[in-house]
């Protein structure tokens, strides 16, 4: 099964190529379709300081009665967060909140406050500071791999021109019909793992008739077919789901999508709006 096959990030460190997205997902809620995700087989499990779930994640890692070694933990460092002060004191702040020695994965989760996304203020120095926050932490061993979320290509260099440990990965939305080929080519060149948030399009790809008919083809669910594509582009999915019996299906992508019907699933209009996700930042049609 894919949630017991692993990628390498660029330090050595072994990543699970699918994981559980846990944004939307709170309290009691959060810990049970943990502990779910790790009966059923999965080993990676990705959170973050703005999903207000990491104490809760963290239960149900705990509970699943699965080493600790056994689990890859991302989290992220919340958006606000452009210091070095204020960066070093939310990522002992995780550590606490979850109960653990260290995480597997932290991740700056984007490099401008929510409130600024998309602006022409690229926060230069603030990420500078949140970086080398970052790099303390794993050099100290807090953190096992250190990386980035929704960075652009300008946001990457501002890190690499005056990091001492680079980047390992850079999580972004990716998802048929939004692949942002460039960004992923460039996050590849400076060494970076790409992993795909929303890749059913937060539901929006179920609406789609040529995606309905190629699973279909394949006798698939509209979330393998998307799980699939991103895994063949060599991207790392994290399907968000509290049920147990989608995580089942979400995890059952044994088949292979033929390389013309890549090349369609490729060629897919961009979604125009992703409804009630659309007033969130990451999802804003500008």
């Avoid at 949630?3 to 809620?29: A, D, Q």
């Avoid at 104490?55 to 149900?60: K, N």
């Amino acid at each position: 099964m894919i949630v017991e096959e692993t990628y390498t990030l660029s330090n050595g460190v072994e990543i699970p190529k699918l994981g559980l997205g846990t944004w939307m997902i709170e309290g009691e809620s959060a810990t049970q379709a943990v502990k779910d995700a790790i009966s059923i087989g999965y080993r990676h499990i990705d959170s973050a300081q703005d999903y207000g779930n990491e104490a809760e994640v963290a239960a149900g890692i705990k509970a699943s009665g699965i080493s600790r070694e056994e689990i890859f933990v991302t989290t992220k460092l919340a958006a606000q967060y452009k210091s070095y002060e204020g960066a070093a004191a939310a990522i002992d702040a995780s550590l606490e909140r979850m109960g653990l020695d260290y995480i597997d994965l932290m991740i700056i989760h984007s490099p401008q406050p929510w409130g600024d996304f998309g602006g022409n203020d690229r926060f230069i120095e603030g990420n500078q500071g949140a970086w080398r926050a970052l790099e303390d932490a794993y050099k100290a061993g807090k953190l096992r791999a250190i990386g980035l979320s929704n960075f652009q290509a300008q946001d990457i260099d501002n890190i690499l021109n005056a990091c001492t440990v680079p980047p390992m990965v850079n999580q972004i939305l990716a998802h048929v019909s939004n692949v942002p080929t460039e960004l992923i080519q460039y996050s590849r060149e400076k060494g970076m793992l790409v992993e795909a948030y929303s890749p059913v399009g937060h539901g929006e790809l179920f609406k789609n008739e040529a995606i309905v008919s190629m699973a279909a083809k394949y006798n698939v669910s509209v979330p393998q077919l998307c799980i699939r594509y991103d895994l063949q582009l060599g991207l790392l999915p994290l399907p968000k789901t509290a049920k147990p019996d989608h995580m089942k299906n979400n995890a059952d992508v044994d088949f292979v999508i033929d390389e013309r019907d890549m090349e369609t699933l490729g060629g897919l209009e961009k979604i125009k709006d992703y409804g009630e996700a659309s007033e969130f930042p990451v999802f804003r049609q500008d």
